[in-house]
């Protein structure tokens, strides 16, 4: 509490008699939460970004998915950026690779 506290105090200008410590600890205060930031939102975003990546490069014909919008299907075909699913007997419909947000395991 005394450091958030000191934190926000760090923008007053000094008092007579003070020296010039207040941009030190600001710059150490917001350093901590460009810290905090970084592990909270974006490497455990950039994480998932990369495992659904991996899961969409590793997509294989007749592989059992599941699409963002909870339609369950099997892969009929592969492109480059979309992929083929049969969602039912002679129902096939062509999605982009990135709406498959899951592989179903055999």
């Known amino acids: ?9 760090a923008f007053m200008p000094p008092a007579e008699g003070e020296g010039g410590g207040g941009m030190v600890q600001s710059l150490i ?3 901590g939460i460009i810290l905090i930031f970084y592990f909270l939102i974006l490497r455990p975003q950039k994480k998932r970004q990369q495992e659904h990546q991996q899961l969409v490069n590793n997509l294989k014909k007749s592989d059992k998915v599941v699409m963002s919008s909870g339609i369950h299907g099997r892969v009929a ?3 480059e ?3 083929t699913v049969q969602i039912a007997e ?3 419909i062509e999605v982009e690779k990135s709406a498959i947000s899951s592989v179903v395991p055999k």
């Open 1 to 9: 509490m005394d450091t958030v506290l000191s934190g926000f105090l």
């Open 29 to 31: 205060f917001f350093g």
């Open 90 to 92: 002679n129902v096939q």
């Open 81 to 83: 950026t979309t992929v």
């Open 77 to 79: 075909a592969l492109d």
